[in-house]
């Protein structure tokens, strides 16, 4: 059927007005007098509602006036400006047809329900303002994403889900198999045989595509990989979900400043790409959710980021007296609250910290010169601190064997990844980008199950 | 490190003709004269290789001929012309930096391999003309898929991936669990004790994304999925994977009529836009692993589709005699066989088969006013049959829940898509096309391990 969607009406008025139109939504609320009564409809198209009027000149005036909120209608009428009003216009009804009646059970009545609340009815909860914002905007973030990396010619690269390899020291895993469990095979000695799984081997869930994106961005150069990835932790926090998407580029012939540069432009693009796109979204998320977020995410759009070594924060955060939970000094990791003094009282800006110490970090990261440290980087941002996290690549086929060796990983089973250093080796680097992380900080939610449409943790796995 | 991209040379070569250059890529080829040498350079960017001319007045002039293929490399030089030579121009090399060094056992020599044996070698098989051209145009339809959505409004929704429905009837599922296999916690009844599982109850690797997807187009009014789906079939053919992507828009105040609309558009826009920005590519397919292919896709997109109902098509293919291997008649499902005769010989164009018998199609399509048919509908293309299936969804609460009693499904488990049928249902729509499917068709390759990165199937989950 033919609509004319509420979006339209809103971004093109001039079009529409004393025009009859036909719209099609849902009811968010209605109030009636003895002659007339207002609707306020949602069509799904766009954050705001458009007001509707009708009275009783419709046949039906007495059936409309007792629906539902959340009933689905069709109306039909003479779009109408309404100066010196709250609302800029309103459908003046000459038809309502009713689509799809709701109940006076619904569950989201107008009361402000708690965010607790709403995640037991996740198949619901986006026809509220919160979440019709979030998932809006989650859309358009995602989009963003894959904008910002095809029109700088990116390849994008769906890397296996279910994977073969032994975890990558990245987290624990989820075992993927049709095993029957009330009758696991045993081999001869007495170890679950794994040859009569599907696939022949244990497999898992994949924690990250990053090993297979190297191998293709030693084809095509510069890709990036956007999937989901997994985490069987049992960590119950507003922080950790056990499926979560991920974005993970990998650009060859590029050293960690290529890297920086790459992960700052992305990072400006995905925010600038939003507030252009959403900007009543991130209106209503400014106002109602987190006040200071547009503030807050305009200067990072126009802030140059900040790049120090680890070994320089570390000596900024020793100077400081008093003021952590835990301790800093040279060879352990930063915490979340040395992150956020750097980015929000030392540099007030976003900052690039380099070459962590090698033992904190990933086996795949590059060596530098020094022996101590290695090519990696972590943006901070304030509000949270790190958001990405990426580095360059060990290309040194003799270093990266040793140094998985020293890890105590079967080299073997990487065969494929060190066969990358062995032929047409170059220098190379990567981030990964935590998408749910990146849409918490652009919408100012702060449980990670809320910008999640259906989250999956710990003992969740509902709908 | 900066360097100038083919891609870039080959699209805007009179910015760069005559100037001095920095690329860096990968040897493709190379061969020596006594004095001068010829490399064929493919730096990822671009399909196509730019030719290096280098000769004896580099220093390492004897070191260059020497080195083997996939050597990566980074060449300073200035852009000429080449008037009658094969190739448009060249770059005349002032200096050649080896990068990384391959080996002369690179597994990729220029002889031709298998597509089996590239298999073997996938984390290196995208640097061969075909996985280029496979893996770039999966990429650029990817893209299509969002671009043609997002500019059309529609909402990406991330459905999840692992879920705790029981299985929808699309197929056999993989379990997902953190449960030790060698000590499976049993009940007091001796049965399998999901509640110590991660999630506390059992749970799997969706098959489809529709009933979450359509959760959200009663929110959001259009929305599509676009995620990997799994299934356990124990089915070892060239068209079967166990790991695979799927687009599923969902559309609400919209019928079938609209549905196929929707369908049409999007299949030609995909087509178009990988036709326009991979040329090279297509040109390559068209000509060494398909002939006609771009001739066929052309074709389909300057087509307006044919729509005849099921009802239509056996009337016709009863009429046919002694063509099928498999007779036709009312109540059977359509086989490849017969689905291509329609497409291919009857219509000579795609083709939309309708309502078809409600005892051969899944529970959630709308039962039509005969009480015989349902409201689906399954697209036809010329080459390989159905490439989309979909339907209008049932939005009667009894007619649905009717239906799933009738199939034995616990309509418990489904409250919350039920919900949708009880606050504000809508008349509404769907389909699904099978990435890998739409790739397939548009590349000419004919088996999915070929048009998936790293491929999971039957007993196989390499890399």
Chains 1, 2 share one sequence.
Do not use: C
């Amino acid at each position: 059927m033919k609509s004319t969607l509420v979006k339209q009406i809103y971004r093109e008025t001039d079009k529409y007005l004393n025009q009859t139109v036909t719209i099609s939504g849902w009811i968010r609320t209605i109030r009636d007098s003895k002659n007339f009564g207002f609707i306020e409809l949602n069509d799904g198209s766009f954050f705001k509602n458009i007001q509707i009027v009708y009275d009783n000149t419709l046949d039906n005036f007495d059936e409309i006036s007792k629906l539902p909120i959340s009933t689905a209608i069709i109306v039909e009428g003479n779009l109408v400006e309404t100066p010196g009003a709250k609302q800029p216009f309103e459908i003046k009804a000459t038809k309502v047809e009713i689509e799809g009646l709701s109940t006076h059970d619904y569950p989201l009545q107008k009361k402000r329900h708690s965010l607790e609340y709403l995640r037991t009815i996740a198949h619901l909860r986006p026809r509220s303002n919160t979440f019709a914002a979030v998932f809006r905007v989650r859309s358009l973030a995602a989009y963003a994403i894959h904008k910002f990396f095809q029109d700088r010619g990116f390849l994008y690269v769906h890397t296996p889900i279910i994977t073969g390899s032994d975890a990558e020291g990245a987290g624990d895993m989820f075992r993927v198999s049709t095993l029957d469990l009330s009758n696991v095979p045993k081999n001869k000695e007495g170890e679950v045989d794994f040859s009569k799984d599907f696939f022949g081997k244990e497999t898992h869930l994949t924690v990250s595509g990053q090993l297979e994106g190297e191998s293709y961005a030693q084809a095509f150069r510069n890709i990036y990989t956007f999937g989901p990835t997994f985490r069987s932790e049992n960590s119950n926090t507003s922080r950790h979900a056990a499926e979560f998407w991920m974005i993970e580029p990998e650009i060859a012939f590029a050293d960690l400043e290529d890297n920086m540069e790459l992960a700052e432009d992305m990072l400006k693009y995905i925010i600038s790409y939003v507030l252009e796109n959403a900007p009543e979204e991130m209106e209503f998320f400014n106002s109602f959710i987190d006040k200071g977020l547009i503030e807050r995410l305009t200067n990072i759009v126009n802030s140059d980021f900040e790049r120090i070594t680890y070994t320089k924060a570390v000596e900024i955060l020793e100077k400081v007296k008093g003021k952590f939970e835990y301790d800093v000094e040279w060879g352990v990791d930063l915490q979340t609250e040395h992150e956020r003094y750097l980015t929000e009282e030392v540099f007030k800006k976003p900052v690039f910290v380099t070459d962590y110490p090698k033992d904190i970090k990933a086996f795949y990261m590059k060596l530098n010169d020094d022996n101590k440290t290695v090519a990696a980087m972590d943006l901070l941002v304030p509000g949270i601190g790190e958001i990405i996290g990426g580095s360059q690549r060990e290309e040194s086929l003799e270093k990266l064997e040793s140094k998985m060796k020293e890890q105590g990983m079967k080299t073997e089973e990487y065969w494929w990844y060190l066969d990358l250093r062995k032929f047409g080796t170059t220098r190379h680097s990567g981030f990964g980008l935590g998408f749910e992380r990146a849409i918490m900080y652009m919408t100012g939610m702060t449980n990670i199950r809320d910008v999640i449409p259906f989250s999956r943790t710990v003992k969740s796995a509902e709908f």
